[in-house]
T-cell receptor, first 116, second 111 residues
Framework: DAGVIQSPRHEVTEMGQEVTLRCKPISGHDYLFWYRQTMMRGLELLIY????????DSGMPEDRFSAKMPNASFSTLKIQPSEPRDSAVYFC??????????????FGPGTRLTVT | QQPVQSPQAVILREGEDAVINCSSS?????VHWYRQKHGEAPVFLMI?????EQKGHEKISASFNEKKQQSSLYLTASQLSYSGTYFCGTERSNYGQNFVFGPGTRLSVLP
């Protein structure tokens, strides 16, 4: 199994530009999570999906952030416009069928975003 | 609502034991433990559900005291490979609501 795939692995962009991060979950997993990790704020859950439907987006910092999951094998996290404070490592994770409480999350390698 | 972890950091010699604690002010349904090595993604260690169960993974085990809303991770006879940051994640229901990671505990194992 290839595991959770994220692209790009590194992204450097200028303030004001649109950034799109991509994630392919493990086949058969029906939960997908987006996290942001920074030294100051730690590992934050931004949003998660169940069967392609957003369940909880209360962690999305503001309207500049949006996430979609058009099908079971693909999700995007978009930031528009980007700001320097968005610089972080963004992780995507997926989990197998069942309640979130019962199953481990498999993390992708992350996308390191730098906004200058 | 973020759980509290203690200590923030710990340094061990190979073969020594360590305990990492995770506590919450809210009633918990489950506690997750993950380990993250520098520059890598978090990796799952174990999940403990309400009921006070204890689990083990090689020489790493954990307990969950639901009355105190506390979980502890026990690392025995630590190995160099145990170095990393340990995160606990807590859930208040079995629907994944309010899932949140703690700030992490940095563990360094020296030869």
């Amino acid at each position: 199994d290839a595991g959770v795939i994220q692209s790009p692995r590194h992204e450097v962009t200028e303030m004001g530009q649109e950034v799109t991060l991509r994630c392919k979950p493990i086949s058969g997993h029906d939960y997908l999570f987006w996290y942001r990790q920074t030294m100051m704020r730690g590992l934050e859950l931004l949003i998660y999906f169940n069967n392609n439907v957003p369940i909880d987006d209360s962690g999305m910092p503001e309207d500049r952030f949006s996430a979609k999951m058009p099908n079971a094998s693909f999700s995007t996290l978009k930031i528009q416009p980007s700001e320097p404070r968005d610089s972080a490592v963004y992780f995507c994770a997926s989990s197998l069928y069942g309640t979130v409480a019962s199953y481990e999350q498999y993390f992708g390698p992350g996308t390191r975003l730098t906004v200058t | 609502q973020q759980p509290v972890q203690s200590p923030q950091a710990v340094i061990l010699r190979e073969g020594e034991d360590a305990v990492i604690n995770c506590s919450s002010s809210k009633a918990l349904y489950s506690v997750h433990w993950y380990r993250q090595k520098h520059g890598e993604a978090p990796v799952f260690l174990m999940i403990l559900l309400k009921g006070g169960e204890q689990k083990g993974h090689e020489k790493i085990s954990a307990s969950f005291n639901e009355k105190k809303q506390q979980s502890s991770l026990y690392l025995t006879a630590s190995q160099l490979s145990y170095s990393g940051t340990y995160f606990c994640g807590t859930e208040r229901s079995n629907y994944g609501q309010n899932f949140v990671f703690g700030p992490g505990t940095r563990l360094s194992v020296l030869p």
